[in-house]
């Protein structure tokens, strides 16, 4: 679905529209028929009411971390390299020249897909206590759920539209607070602190209603697991390491028994079946959902004489590719050179590697060729062996940090390192690539990044795009694209927003003038 004409200002509202944030979902879990909501009126009359509602706040919430919303903060930064035949998909915000501007659609997206789902967590908080005693309880359930998705969306919010927190001053700001539904509401943006204590304030509602929701290995819904995951990051984020730290080590000693994969079966097992005993919340996959959005990596195809081959909008870059030790297990599940390649309509062999870690699920899918549909995967265990590691050694207790950040390590089948900062800063690389967290890593590190050097066999074969905005871009820690651009059209419909420094006000909006 389309978005660009939905914002925070103008609802359609329903609770099967929630749906629609997705390219699609099994309906055995998501309604087909959508429920009207009328402010005022009683939405919760039946268990089956909560049901759908709540299938509407997990939809949404699937929806933000998936496709998109994984490998586009990545390409900004020092991992990839544009492919000749990359089509300039996603090219102004791999750039980031010129063209990156506040009509970009892929930072539009982030902000809409965002405040479309926060529309949904708000009509479940506001109306999860109007409810008959009799089903009192699952919509209090309910409304944990639609507290840990909000508390995720501004966080998620806050990292790319404001400064990092640690560089924050009382006065910058991140984004438009949306509490309640109100479709005549103009917010200005809040500040960043406000944003966090924002973020803070709905783990802390999420936590006491979700208290008693165990956790479980690739959970589908939040448990009291993934709210103290979410909690974690955000400690980490605010500076307080302590508890980031302390909330990191409760999952990983969870009684559900979260395992990091230690073998190349259990690899497979993890990122290709999606059966591991990594995600702490896994999401639901169909084969109904088509080809999915992470195929920029691979975008798999047939041919009559090669067989399946990839033509990757963008490949490793050497750093990346350098980054893993030779026994490396992520290496050897996520990167590939066994497929042929096809640029420029010739094929390459085993010439340089692809990133394949989202090829596919084969599982999900008929036919020979990957389409790149999985479970998404919202929160993994792994980020918080690196969350710990990093809050001890920021606190100067090297020692722990080496304890957490080797046992990560070596589960890997990677070369144990000494628990500085910078081998937990090159772990988070290693691990958490595609993930879209490099982003948020390198604005909470205050670093930039030098320019990205090609993978040697993809440089030798010419098939990367090359100048200043390609191989040789690189980013200070206080260029301003380290803060995403709010959308030109919401700037236009609500005079109360303000735009980010070194950003224009000016871009056309015509299409959504058009639309409305």
Not at 297 to 314: C, I, R
Not at 363 to 391: R, S
Request: glycine share 6%.
């Amino acid at each position: 679905m389309n978005m660009k004409n939905i914002n925070i200002l103008k609802y359609t509202v329903a609770a099967g529209l929630a749906i629609a944030s997705l390219s699609s979902c099994d309906l055995d879990l998501v309604p087909e028929d959508a429920i009207a909501y009328e402010k005022g009126k009683q939405l919760f009359l039946t268990a089956n009411d909560v049901k759908s509602f709540e299938n509407g706040v997990l939809s949404s919430y699937r929806s933000i971390h998936y496709g998109v919303f994984y490998y586009v903060p990545d390409l900004i930064c020092d991992g990839f390299n544009a492919a000749v035949d990359y089509g300039n998909n996603y090219g102004s915000i791999h750039r980031c020249d010129e063209s990156f501007t506040s009509s970009d659609y892929d930072t539009e997206d982030l902000w809409e897909n965002n405040y479309y789902a926060i529309k949904n967590y708000n009509i479940v908080i506001s109306n999860a206590d109007n409810v008959d005693a009799s089903i009192r309880n699952i919509a209090r359930i309910a409304k944990g759920e639609a507290f840990f998705c909000r508390a995720s969306s501004y966080l998620n919010l806050a990292r790319h539209y404001g400064k990092a927190y640690g560089f924050a001053s009382d006065s910058d700001l991140a984004v438009p607070l949306v509490l309640v539904y109100d479709q005549l509401a103009k917010p200005a943006r809040a500040t960043v602190k406000e944003t966090y204590a924002q973020v803070k304030s709905d783990l802390d509602s999420a936590a006491v209603i979700l208290a008693k929701v165990p956790g479980s290995v690739r959970a589908q819904k939040p448990t009291i697991d993934a709210v103290n995951a979410l909690y974690a990051r955000y400690y980490l984020d605010t500076k307080n390491y302590t508890d980031a730290a302390k909330f990191a080590e409760l999952v990983i000693s969870s009684k559900a028994g979260y395992a990091l994969a230690s073998t190349e079966e259990e690899m497979k097992t993890e990122y290709t079946n999606d059966e591991g005993k990594e995600p702490i919340m896994q999401m639901f996959a169909s084969m109904n959902e088509g080809k999915g959005a992470i195929t920029v990596y691979t975008n798999p195809g047939n041919d009559k004489k090669e067989g399946v081959y990839l033509a990757p909008f963008y490949l490793p870059t050497k750093a990346l590719v350098d980054a893993y030790d030779d026994n490396d297990l992520r290496f050897k599940a996520w990167f590939s050179n066994e497929y042929p390649v096809r640029m420029s309509g010739s094929f390459f062999k085993e010439k340089f590697y692809s990133f394949t870690k989202y090829l596919d699920n084969p599982n999900l899918h008929t036919g020979e060729i990957p389409v790149g549909t999985h479970a998404v995967k919202t929160l993994l265990v792994g980020e918080m062996y690196l969350i710990a590691a990093e809050a001890y050694a920021q606190s100067g207790n090297v020692a722990k940090a080496k304890e957490l950040l080797n046992a990560l390590q070596l589960k890997r089948g990677a070369v144990a390192t000494s628990g500085d900062l910078a081998n937990v800063k090159k772990e988070w690389f290693r691990e958490t690539v595609g993930e879209g967290l490099r982003y948020s890593c390198l604005k909470r590190w205050g670093d930039g990044f030098s320019a990205r050097e090609p993978q040697v066999g993809a440089d030798e074969a010419h098939v990367l795009m090359t100048g200043q905005y390609y191989e040789k871009r690189s980013m200070e820690a206080s260029d301003y694209h380290f803060l995403y651009p709010v959308p030109a059209y919401e700037l236009k419909l609500n005079k109360n927003l303000v735009q980010n420094d070194g950003y224009t006000v000016t871009e056309k909006i015509d299409d959504y003038e058009k639309d409305n």
